[in-house]
């Protein structure tokens, strides 16, 4: 079983920062992917951004360079679980619910493309307002 914490949401002003953590603790070390998601306006949840222990990295297409993923302190160190987003140039269509995803499975396929289907353990997500 592995339980997933989001911390590190807030309201910011357009085009502020904000840095999202994440701290997994559990059977950690059959984790191989990690990743956020978030829920908009909208029903569905969205894909944000997804790294593996190797590395690879996978993004949204709305993210367009604002956001970046960091796996601390290093990709290939299972032990390591902790994960942040660090999101800058921020739009009120970024506010919504962010969610702390991961599987036991590397960025491939459906989690590459980031489908929320794809990934079995989730966080209860953590709020993020931006507005003017």
């Known amino acids: 079983r592995v339980e997933l914490v989001e911390s590190g949401g807030g309201s910011v002003q357009i085009g502020g920062s904000l840095s999202l953590s994440c701290a997994a603790s559990g059977e950690v070390t059959d984790l191989v992917t990690m990743g956020w998601f978030r829920r908009t306006s909208g029903d569905e949840r969205e894909g944000v951004a997804g790294m593996d222990i190797d590395g690879k990295t996978a993004y949204g297409d709305f993210v367009k360079g604002r956001f970046t993923i960091i796996r601390e302190p290093g990709a290939g160190d299972k032990s390591n679980q902790i994960m942040y987003l660090d999101m800058n140039s921020l739009k009120p269509e970024d506010t919504g619910t962010y969610y702390c995803?991961?599987?036991?499975?590397?960025?491939?396929?459906?989690?590459?493309?980031?489908?929320?289907?794809?990934?079995?353990?989730w966080g209860p997500g953590t709020q993020v307002t931006v507005s003017s």
């Open positions: 995803v991961s599987d036991m499975l590397p960025l491939l396929g459906a989690r590459a493309r980031l489908l929320d289907t794809a990934f079995h353990y």
